[in-house]
């Protein structure tokens, strides 16, 4: 049985297609019972676990709560003791404690936390210390690099870390589970989410492993298996995401090969033992594989018996019914109980913004909190309907929620006059005082599971993070749920009358991906790699990518050149006059043509230039953007004159106008974006051009000049001629009609075209120029690792490294550049690399076969120094393409970054270590070699973010995310220095350059006085 994604609907229309989820009684009783939970909560506020009082002082919403949180993330993971000084002195400036002095009595909010951290002991502080925290702190910041503070801080991190992890391995946490009644029920989760590597794949297995069967063995110690059943036992939760590097859809060969026999392995090791094993659930885009995964261990007849397998669902997604509806059926096609955890979900934001970025139709989640809460009880009451094969257990902290899910399961016992087994489960550390109350209002309450993280302290970081993250939020239910300030009928509130309430169940403040950009410009739309329809449909047209006719076939003469021109320049005449709306018309349509016609052009770009799918997809959007953000720029530079303030009686207006024929050459490593960038900037402010593609990309050009011509161009506007470029050069930059040129591509080359363009007689033209870089990316040792492994992979290997932004040279610090790397060369064995027209296939060919030899050459030479750290492998059969057109992606460490002198232009990382004293150095290097095109930064220090970006010549500066793929209109595109001209390409300023500037000034008085003064009030 496969799941199969709804159709795409509305956000309203998938609200209203859940069944009503309670009955008006059903609604009052939740809130009376919501709110006394809370009252009741309330008055015994001094019993409440430190962590719901840190999380209600310190929430997202106050610097200080930000500034813990960043300490919190970064703090233990860094090795060197400068550099956790630097942090503690940067974060602890930003806060004003004093606000939260006195404002509890619990811990890590008052004078005596502080002591706590420094000594390890709650000791009483003295008086002027606790009325003066923020002087304290003060003075803390200043001596940050004593011992003894770094040390405080270090240990205060622990202290918030060992709230939320039960043990620091299975053994230390099985000990508090069985010491501590509250503990007595887990579902253990093991810490570590995400591998990166084989390697951490099989150490995160190894330790399910170890887990599933160290809690078998305490759960059979302690209750023989007779007396109890399977739910009174703790149990185990599994990440699908740490049991393979590759594990997404995409990969969906590879994941069943590889994920679904461990996951089976773990499966069978938990029925064996008969303790429960649930998988939780991960982002929307692994929904269906996961289910795909799930639905293979459901089927799996050595487990038959067991009645322990169990999902997690997301209420928030918006195809949580459709999930449960499948995974009853599941159920009851296989007679075999599963269990079924309802979430709300744990990536809202990051989720949100994968789908903007993403251009989805749709955002696969619901974007108000009450629509999430509703669909939560809605699947809660389907969960309980289907009780009689499904084992509901429901995870939540919200006093309403769980008053609700009571009152759902009341009804369901009384309708069907039979007992209904199912459980509440909360995290630990959180939600104790809520379940006690709850234990001890309501009679009727079921069980109460804990998920009970495990692992060392540097593990808990990302899960830390999650948690604050969720909980700290003022939508969050913790946040409020302890604050005097908000009433009680605030804090529990009925989610049905909310969204009545509302105009629109769409969030007003989240706009549809389409609309991220206003109503002037639509987003390019892009693809839901959520959902295997998509993916069979890019595959199959990947699949069918045409046989194309050699590049040289469609070469013209130089004869071409010159008669273009002519064309050309008489069709200016006309086509300047056109108003600019007429212009920016077509260029919009265009970008619609496009968009319709996407699977061609992602064909065209696989099999002539061989790029794989997402970057074919991505080239197809960002040309998109471009035409849609030049038409837009183009109506407010040329829609009117700008007036200018003057004295009275004159009209003084400036006006952009066109230069006339432009000459527009473009590379092969964006064959249609910027090919299609350059010529539309021309065309849309009035120029007509003839533009010369790369040598080895004419159809595509000559596609999209096609689509250019069916979206309304005339067709003299644009030539576009194929050839070979020194040939075109020769004749086009001596023709008398030229009036610019524009060009993406070598350093080399542009200084080529610009002594030619000055040694021309006659006016002087402007050149833009955008050319290459040595690009680095600066780590330093507060970044974390798997993000800087995962940005460094698709900054260094994506596009074959054939990108202009590719990251070039990795710096490190010193201290943790053997962690980084070891991470960074597991991760590059699981790159794939060979046919483009495969979805799987994450590096493809080079552009030609000479173009590999010139790398391989660079690798050899590197590799004789002894420098080749890590060298992947190309798979013995490449499809379609040939084979020496491949080059397997390298790792080479170099000892200084001046050693580069030129750019390899391909999937060859160097790296560099530097110790942070070296840094101004490093940079001045990095100067010195005169490029300034992109430049990464991974690191939580903003001092050091600030400092580096002034420091640097590069064009474009990405801080702690990866360094290619900008923008159009988000993050226009170009270098200084030896990497380009400027204006930046999809920037605001870009148009202008391909017009000139005019001023009419009219004296207003000179036909009879100045009238316009003489009649002012
Ligand atoms: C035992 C347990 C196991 C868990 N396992 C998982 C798991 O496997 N996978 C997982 O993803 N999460 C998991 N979570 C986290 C869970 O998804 C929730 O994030 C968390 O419990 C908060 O929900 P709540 O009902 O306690 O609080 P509430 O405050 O009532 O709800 C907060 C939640 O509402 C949602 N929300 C917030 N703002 C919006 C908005 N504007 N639009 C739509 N929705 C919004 C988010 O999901 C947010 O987490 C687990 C939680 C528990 C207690």
């Known amino acids: 049985m496969t799941f199969i994604s709804p159709a795409l609907r509305s956000e309203t229309q998938d609200l209203a297609a859940l069944r009503a989820p309670l009955s008006a009684a059903e609604r009052l009783a939740a809130l009376e019972i919501g709110r006394a939970l809370v009252s009741g909560a309330r008055a015994r506020a001094d019993e409440r676990p430190y962590l719901d009082a840190f999380l209600q002082e310190f929430g997202l919403s106050n610097q200080e709560g930000i500034a813990l949180m960043c300490l919190a993330e970064a703090l233990l993971r860094i090795p060197d003791d400068e550099t956790a000084d630097r942090l503690i002195a940067e ?24 002591g706590l951290m420094l000594t390890g002991r709650l000791v009483e502080l003295p008086d002027e210390l606790r009325g003066n925290a923020n002087g304290w702190l003060r003075s803390l910041t200043q001596r940050a690099s004593e011992p003894l503070v770094r040390q405080a801080l270090r240990r205060a991190m622990k202290i918030i870390g060992s709230e939320f992890v039960v043990g620091r391995d299975i053994e230390e946490a099985l000990k508090r589970s069985s010491s501590d009644s509250s503990l007595a029920l887990c579902s253990f989760d093991m810490l570590g989410e995400g591998a990166r590597t084989d390697r951490d794949a099989q150490r995160y297995f190894d330790s399910y492993v170890d887990a599933i069967e160290q809690i078998g063995n305490s759960v059979s110690n302690r209750s023989p298996k007779t007396n109890d059943s399977l739910h009174e036992r703790s149990s185990i939760s599994i990440k699908l995401s740490a049991l393979d590097p590759r594990y997404s859809a995409i990969h969906r060969e590879r994941v069943i090969d590889r994920l679904i026999p461990r996951a089976r392995d773990l499966a069978r090791l938990a029925a064996a033992h008969d303790i429960g094993l649930t998988i939780d659930a991960e982002e929307q885009d692994r929904l269906e594989i996961s289910l795909e995964i799930f639905a293979a261990l459901v089927n799996d007849p050595d487990t038959r018996n067991w009645r322990g397998l169990g999902l997690a669902v997301q ?21 075999r109980p599963l269990t079924v955890r309802l979430v709300k979900g744990a990536y809202w934001d990051s989720e949100i913004k994968r789908a903007q970025e993403r251009g989805l139709a749709e955002y696969p989640l619901y974007t ?42 009341r009804s369901r016992r009384d309708t069907s006059n039979a007992p209904v087994d199912f459980e509440f489960q909360r995290l630990h550390g959180m939600g104790t005082l809520l ?3 709850a234990r001890r209002q309501l009679s009727d309450l079921p069980r109460v599971r804990v998920y009970a993280p495990v692992g060392p302290h540097a593990d808990l970081l990302a899960y830390l993070v999650r948690r604050l993250l969720e909980n700290g939020a003022n939508t969050s239910f913790v946040n409020r749920f302890m604050d005097e300030r908000v009433p009680v009928e605030q804090v529990v509130s009925d989610p049905i009358s909310e969204i009545d309430a509302l105009t629109t169940v769409e969030h007003d403040r989240i706009p549809l991906p389409a609309g991220l950009y206003g109503a002037s410009r639509r987003n390019s739309s892009g693809i839901d790699f959520g959902r295997r329809s998509s993916i069979d449909d890019l ?10 006719p050699s590049p040289a076939s469609r070469y013209v003469t130089p004869q071409a050149v010159e008669s273009a021109f002519r064309a050309a320049s008489a069709a200016f005449i006309d086509w300047r006059r056109r108003p600019v709306t007429a212009r920016a018309d077509i260029l919009e349509r265009a970008a619609d043509l496009l968009e319709q016609s996407r699977d061609t052009f992602i064909a065209l770009l696989a099999a002539e230039a061989g790029k794989t799918a997402s970057d074919a997809v991505a080239e197809v959007r960002e040309t998109i953007d471009f035409c849609r953000y030049y038409a837009k720029t183009a109506r407010e530079l040329q829609g009117s004159a700008v007036s200018l303030d003057g004295p009275t009686g004159e009209r003084n207006e400036l006006s952009h106008v066109p230069r006339g024929v432009w000459c527009s050459i473009s590379p092969w490593n964006f064959p249609l974006a910027i090919f299609t960038g350059q010529v539309v900037a021309a065309l849309v402010t009035g120029n007509t051009v003839i533009a010369k593609p790369a040598e080895t990309t004419p159809e595509i050009a000559l596609a999209m000049c096609d689509l250019l011509y069916r979206a309304g161009l005339p067709r003299d506007a644009l030539h576009v001629l194929p050839m070979i470029g020194k040939e075109f050069g020769e004749v086009a930059l001596r023709d008398r009609s030229l009036a610019g040129v524009v060009f993406t591509g070598s350093t080399r080359t ?191 220090l903003e001092g050091t973010q600030q ?19 900008a923008v159009v209109g988000v993050q226009p595109f170009g270098g200084t220095g030896l990497s380009g001209t400027g204006p930046k390409a999809g920037g605001p300023h870009y148009l202008l350059r391909f017009t000139t500037e005019r001023v009419l000034t009219v004296n207003t008085t000179a036909t009879g006085g100045n009238a316009a003064l003489l009649t002012l009030d």
């Open 435 to 437: 379940y006690d109350e």
């Open 91 to 114: 974060k602890l400036a930003s806060g004003n404690w004093d606000s939260h002095a006195g404002r509890s009595d619990s811990l890590f909010v008052n004078a005596s936390t502080w």
């Open 750 to 940: 542009a200084q080529w075209l610009n002594r030619t363009l000055a040694s021309r007689e006659g006016a002087i033209l402007p050149l833009i120029a955008e050319t290459g870089g040595i690009n680095a990316m600066i780590v330093d040792s507060t970044a974390l690792t798997e993000q800087v492994v995962d940005d460094v992979m698709s900054s260094a290997f994506g596009s074959a490294g054939q990108r202009c932004s590719a990251l070039r040279v990795l710096c490190l610090q010193q201290d943790c550049a053997d962690r980084i790397l070891d991470m960074l060369e597991g991760a590059m064995e699981t790159l794939v690399v060979g046919d483009p027209s495969e979805l799987t296939t994450d590096v493809g060919p080079v552009i030609t076969a000479a173009a590999a030899r010139d790398l391989e050459q660079h690798i050899e030479r590197m590799g004789q120094r002894g420098r080749l750290r890590k060298r992947t492998t190309i798979p013995a059969t490449t499809g379609s393409v040939a084979r020496d057109r491949f080059v397997a992606p390298a790792l080479i460490e170099i000892d200084s970054v001046a050693e580069l002198d030129r750019e390899a232009f391909g999937p060859v990382l160097h790296v560099v270590r530097y110790r942070t004293e070296e840094l101004p150095s490093l940079l001045e290097d990095l100067r010195a070699n005169g490029y300034g095109l992109t430049l990464g930064i991974q690191t939580r």
């Open 539 to 548: 595959q199959r047209c990947l699949h069918d990518s045409p046989a194309l």
């Open 368 to 409: 108000r909190k009450c629509s999430t809460d509703v669909s939560y009880l809605a699947c809660a009451r389907a969960l309980l309907e289907a009780c009689d094969i499904i084992y509901p257990q429901f995870a939540t902290h919200n006093a309403h929620t769980i008053a609700a899910v009571l009152g759902l399961a």
């Open 947 to 965: 400092a580096l970006f002034e420091a640097t010549l590069a064009g474009n500066v990405y801080v702690n995310r990866n360094m290619i793929g």
């Open 315 to 335: 209420a928030y997604g918006r195809r949580a019914m459709a999930v449960i509806e499948h995974v009853t059926d599941l159920a009851r096609s296989h007679r």
